[in-house]
């Protein structure tokens, strides 16, 4: 049975395109990662992150809206599907409030990825975007 990850997060102050960039510029990706990441806008781009432990390719994009990818893990038994990963943006006054909803996730990596997106992304951008140094959670 796969699990959906559904997150909502509100950042103060923050435009939708600062956070579409956050995740579909390679060098901003990798500088929140902290590793090397390959990532593109055009549908059908593959992507990898976190040092080849996710894989998957982007299905569509709307620019400062709307980020699709498929998504694994590389931990993931060969039976699992590749998981959905939807980011959209909306914009609410001087503020932004990102829906996230990673769908087909198995069972087994489901609460691992629910806290994962918020310490390894959700809070790194936050810093980011306040103009903090950095603090990163230990592994993915």
């Not at 990825?113 to 918020?118: P, Q, R, S, T, V």
């Amino acid at each position: 049975m796969a699990k959906h990850i559904i997150q909502k997060v509100t950042f103060k102050n923050t435009k939708p395109k600062a956070l579409f960039d956050l995740y579909t510029n390679a060098k901003l990706h990798s500088l929140i990662a902290g590793s090397p990441v390959k990532v593109s806008t055009k549908a059908g781009a593959p992507m990898s992150a976190w040092d080849g432990y996710i894989t998957g390719n982007t299905v569509t994009t709307v620019k400062d809206k709307l980020i699709v990818q498929t998504w694994r893990g590389s931990d993931w038994a060969p039976e699992d599907v590749d998981s959905l990963f939807t980011i959209m943006l909306e914009p609410k006054g001087k503020d932004t409030i990102l829906h996230a909803i990673h769908a087909f996730v198995p069972d087994i990596h489901a609460e691992h990825l629910k806290k994962g997106w918020h310490d390894h992304y959700w809070n790194i951008w936050k810093q980011h975007l306040a103009g903090k140094k950095i603090k990163r959670m230990e592994g993915m």
